[in-house]
């Protein structure tokens, strides 16, 4: 079992950075991919960004990539979304979720195997 908490979400003004934690229980916190999701009022929630759990790759969405930098410590068991140029429009919950080693699509929600509580991230002026 992982219990995922999340940290570091709050308001912000367009063209800010934002950096989002999560930090994981465990000792096994290498041998997971981790991802980065986001759901805001009324909508899905979608995939944000992603790293794996091997040979260190990372994966992000269209809308984001370019802003988002996604990274993982292994040795504080915590993975970090940064966030810059940031929008009204990614004003949201943002997720993160772990993937026990294992190869399905790291895009898709129904790939992670646990998920943290969500923080709020807003964004307006």
């Known amino acids: 079992q992982v219990q995922l908490v999340e940290s570091g979400g709050g308001l912000a003004q367009p063209g800010d950075s934002l950096r989002v934690s999560c930090t994981a229980s465990?000792?096994?916190?290498?041998?997971?991919?981790m991802g980065w999701f986001r759901q805001a009022p009324g909508k899905e929630r979608e995939f944000v960004a992603a790293?794996?759990?091997?040979?260190?790759?990372?994966y992000y969405a269209d809308s984001v990539k370019g802003r988002f930098t996604v990274s993982r410590d292994n040795a504080k068991n915590t993975v970090y979304l940064q966030m810059s140029s940031l929008k009204p429009e990614d004003t949201a919950v943002y997720y993160c979720?772990?993937?026990?080693?294992?190869?399905?699509?790291?895009?898709?929600?129904?790939?992670?195997?646990?998920w943290g509580q969500g923080t709020q991230v807003t964004v307006s002026s």
């Open positions: 465990g000792r096994t916190f290498s041998s997971y991919a």
């Open positions: 979720a772990a993937q026990w080693r294992s190869y399905r699509d790291l895009k898709l929600v129904g790939s992670y195997d646990y």
């Open positions: 790293i794996n759990w091997g040979r260190v790759m990372t």
